[in-house]
Antibody, heavy 115, light 112 residues
Framework: QVHLQESGPGRVKPSETLSLTCTVSGASITSYYWSWIRQPPGKGLEWIGY???????NYNPSLKSRVTISLDTSKKLFSLRLTSMTAADTAVYYCARGATYSDYWGQGTLVTVSS | QSALTQSPSASGSPGQSVTMSCTGS?????????VSWYQQHPGKAPKLMIYDVTKRPSGVPDRFSGSKSGNTASLTVSGLQAEDEADYYCSSYEGTNNFDVVFGGGTKLTVL
C-alpha cells in the first residue's frame, strides 16, 4: 500500500520560507517521479514541480525563482522549499507520485500565510 | 504556461451520461498522449481517474472513459451515480520549454 504524508508548519509569516516534507511508504522512492501540487482555498489545482530520483527537477515557470524540490533517498522523503511567501501562496499543498500523471497523493496540508 | 480550459459546471441525472471537455493547444493536449483526469470530492485529495488520455487505473469503474480529438480532451461518465458528484480536473504535459505540467480550472459535476 503506497502512502504519502505531508508534514510542515500550518502557518508561515509573509516573506518567510515554507518548508514541507513528504514521507513515502510502500513504494521505492528511487523508481518514480515525485511532485508537489497546491490548491488555494476554493480554487483549482496548480502544479509546483517534480523531481526524479536522479535529482533532476522541473518547476512551474511562475514559481521557478522561489522553488526548490529535493529528495532524500535514505529517509524516503522529498521536500519542498518555497521562499518569499505571500498571502497568494495560502493553499493546501499536496505531494504526489508521478509526473505525467499522479496515481498516489498525500492527504494535503493547509498552509496559511499570515502575520 | 496557460491553464487548460474546462467548463465550470456540468450536470446530469442518475443513469445518464455526461461528457466534460478540456481544451488546450498543440503544445500540450494536442501534442502529447499525456492527458490525465482527476476526481476531487470536497475536502479530499484528488483521485486519478484517467491517464495517458484513455487508460483507467485499477479500481476505477469502466463507466469513466477518456478520449482526445485535436487540442481537446474529454472525460465521459456513463451511468451517472450520486457519488460521481465532484470536481473534475484535467492535466497535460506542456512542452513549450521543459516538460511542464498544466491543469485545467476544473468542472463541477452535479448529479441532479
Amino acid at each position: 500500500q503506497v502512502h504519502l504524508q505531508e508534514s510542515g508548519p500550518g502557518r508561515v509569516k509573509p516573506s518567510e520560507t515554507l518548508s514541507l516534507t513528504c514521507t513515502v511508504s510502500g513504494a521505492s522512492i528511487t523508481s518514480y517521479y515525485w511532485s508537489w501540487i497546491r490548491q488555494p482555498p476554493g480554487k483549482g489545482l496548480e502544479w509546483i514541480g517534480y523531481i526524479y530520483y536522479s535529482g533532476s527537477t522541473n518547476y512551474n515557470p511562475s514559481l521557478k525563482s522561489r522553488v526548490t524540490i529535493s529528495l532524500d533517498t535514505s529517509k524516503k522523503l522529498f521536500s519542498l522549499r518555497l521562499t518569499s511567501m505571500t498571502a497568494a501562496d495560502t493553499a493546501v499543498y499536496y505531494c504526489a507520485r508521478g509526473a505525467t500523471y499522479s496515481d498516489y497523493w498525500g492527504q494535503g496540508t493547509l498552509v496559511t500565510v499570515s502575520s | 504556461q496557460s491553464a487548460l480550459t474546462q467548463s465550470p459546471s456540468a450536470s446530469g441525472s442518475p443513469g445518464q451520461s455526461v461528457t466534460m471537455s478540456c481544451t488546450g493547444s498543440s503544445s500540450d493536449v494536442g501534442g502529447y498522449k499525456y492527458v490525465s483526469w482527476y476526481q476531487q470530492h470536497p475536502g479530499k485529495a484528488p483521485k486519478l481517474m484517467i491517464y495517458d488520455v484513455t487508460k483507467r487505473p485499477s479500481g476505477v469503474p469502466d463507466r469513466f472513459s477518456g478520449s482526445k480529438s485535436g487540442n481537446t480532451a474529454s472525460l465521459t461518465v456513463s451511468g451517472l451515480q450520486a457519488e460521481d458528484e465532484a470536481d473534475y480536473y484535467c492535466s497535460s504535459y506542456e512542452g513549450t520549454n521543459n516538460f511542464d505540467v498544466v491543469f485545467g480550472g476544473g468542472t463541477k459535476l452535479t448529479v441532479l
